[in-house]
């Protein structure tokens, strides 16, 4: 079992940053692949970007690359996304995700085991 808590939701300015973070329970976190997604009101919930297990590849939706940035601590149990030049568009609830499968599909939300309570961003034009 996983418990997924996430922080770092806010307002912002359009062109300002915000650094996300979720905090995993349980001693097995580095066995997990994570991710980040998340949903605009009246939309569906999206891939935003997915970090293997050990931190050494990254994925991302075409609507985020170049400005956001996965990463993950593994001794610490937290992943990160770093969001930069930040948009109205990017308004939305995030939501971080584990995947305890032996397959990496990222954008897939069927393979994801565990999900946090999600934070809300708010991006102000």
């Known amino acids: 079992q996983v418990q997924l808590v996430e922080s770092g939701g806010g307002l912002v300015q359009a062109g300002g940053s915000l650094r996300l973070a979720c905090a995993a329970s349980?001693?097995?976190?580095?066995?997990?692949?994570m991710g980040w997604f998340r949903q605009a009101p009246g939309k569906e919930r999206e891939f935003v970007a997915g970090?293997?297990?050990?931190?050494?590849?990254?994925r991302y939706a075409e609507s985020v690359k170049g400005r956001f940035a996965i990463s993950r601590d593994n001794a610490k149990n937290t992943v990160y996304l770093q969001m930069n030049s930040l948009k109205a568009e990017d308004t939305a609830v995030y939501y971080c995700?584990?995947?305890?499968?032996?397959?990496?599909?990222?954008?897939?939300?069927?393979?994801?085991?565990?999900w946090g309570q999600g934070t809300q961003v708010t991006v102000s034009s």
């Open positions: 995700a584990a995947d305890g499968g032996t397959t990496w599909d990222p954008k897939s939300q069927n393979e994801y085991d565990y």
């Open positions: 349980g001693r097995t976190f580095s066995s997990y692949y």
């Open positions: 970090i293997s297990r050990g931190g050494g590849a990254t």
